[in-house]
């Protein structure tokens, strides 16, 4: 019976590890270029819990923020600054 559990709970935990993959520093950067419109220069970027909090910057328009990317690559959270 033991024997038993141990499989099952090993094939679950390698059949869930491909599910999701992780995102990259790179393709954070890309998808908060991508979710603000013109020239948005990258200041910088944090990884903090699976999370990647990238701060930018677009000078045309006096504009800066943090936007945090989860690992599915969605933007969860956003702060915008004018000045």
């Keep these: 019976m033991k024997?038993?559990?141990?499989?099952?709970?090993?094939?679950?935990?390698?059949?869930?590890?491909?599910?999701?993959s992780d995102l990259t520093e790179e393709q954070a950067k890309?998808?908060?270029m991508e979710h603000h419109s013109g020239t948005v220069e990258i200041i910088?970027?944090?990884?903090?819990?699976?999370k990647y909090i990238v701060s930018w910057e677009k000078e045309d328009n006096c504009e800066w923020g943090k936007d945090t990317v989860n690992k599915k690559g969605e933007i969860?959270?956003?702060?915008?600054?004018i000045c």
């Design 44 to 50: 910088s970027v944090t990884k903090e819990r699976n």
């Design 3 to 20: 024997k038993r559990a141990f499989m099952l709970t090993s094939l679950l935990l390698i059949g869930c590890q491909g599910i999701e």
């Design 30 to 32: 890309a998808i908060v």
């Design 76 to 81: 969860e959270k956003e702060e915008t600054s």
